[in-house]
């Protein structure tokens, strides 16, 4: 055999050898070890199905769910702190709608005899003011609750020979239209003849008066005017009222008004 034939053998087995040695030093290789993160769990309260602005709640309305026990917030009702919440909450009224599967929370539900929904869901420092409201003066009654409305009076003038109009608050939230405080899904229109909105002490004195003195309107805003602040609203007895002049046309007197 040649020099050259046995030197390509030689190299090809040694090739080969350090290959196989290579092989068993990676099938040999331990295995990594695959260390698990256990979460600690804990059972909090939270609702079993949605519940709507203002119902009734009772003991099927709850069920305890395993949380992340770094994620429980300090206003969460936890089994190991309350374990007998589900019976405390019964017969108790949801102050904010709850989606299923939300964490239940002191300040969500109000207990009978601490105060009605409507108390429960009116901001510290305001009142709740009722009007009358009809097809023609609530927006064809396509006004909900939680919209946003401007408060509008319409009253005779002084001679009583025509009528004059004023807006009396700008931006205004509608609490209710009749005993609905919450718009029901599938819902077009709101019924009842009675509009609750929330007003502030002055604003309340001033509708209690505006309703004595003529017929109160409500102008439907639009949904983007809600983050707007509040205008504010015209005193009543200090508002500018726009001149007029009368107008004789065929013979019959009317009354127009110039800003």
């Known amino acids: 055999m ?9 190299v090809a087995l040694g090739a080969g050898l350090l290959a196989f040695l290579g092989m068993r030093g990676l099938l040999s290789k331990p ?19 949605d519940i709507p602005l203002g119902q009734l709640v009772n003991e099927g309305s709850f069920r305890w769910q395993d949380w992340p026990k770094d994620a429980v917030g300090p206003s969460f009702v936890s089994k190991a702190s309350k374990p007998d919440a589900i ?12 989606i299923a599967g939300e964490p239940i929370t002191e300040n ?26 009809s097809e023609h003066t609530a927006a064809g009654k396509l006004i909900l609750p939680n919209d946003h409305v401007d408060v509008i009076l ?15 608050f700008r931006n205004v939230r509608v609490l209710a239209i009749g005993q609905q405080i919450e718009a029901r899904e599938g819902k077009k229109g709101s019924e009842g003849n009675v ?20 017929e109160i309107t ?25 001149d007029a002049i009368s107008v004789l046309r065929y013979g019959v007197k009317s009354r127009a008004y110039v800003n």
């Not at 040649?2 to 390509?8: I, K, M, N, P």
């Open 2 to 10: 040649r020099r050259s034939q046995v030197l390509g053998v030689s």
């Open 31 to 49: 295995a990594a070890v695959v260390q698990k993160n256990t979460v600690e769990l804990t059972k909090v309260l939270v609702a079993r199905t």
């Open 87 to 98: 019976e405390h909450f019964k017969g108790a009224i949801a102050r904010a709608p709850l």
């Open 108 to 133: 969500k539900l109000i207990k009978p005899g601490t105060g009605g929904v409507l108390a429960a869901i009116l901001p510290s420092g305001m009142r709740a003011v009722s009007t009358k409201i």
């Open 154 to 168: 319409i009253r005779r003038t002084r001679g009583g020979e025509g009528h004059t109009s004023e807006i009396l």
């Open 195 to 214: 509009a609750t909105l929330e007003l502030t002490p002055g604003q309340a004195e001033q509708l209690a008066l505006a309703n004595a003195m003529g």
């Open 218 to 242: 409500l102008s439907l805003r639009s949904i983007a005017d809600i983050a707007e602040a509040s205008s504010g609203s015209e005193t009543l007895g200090k508002s500018k009222e726009r």
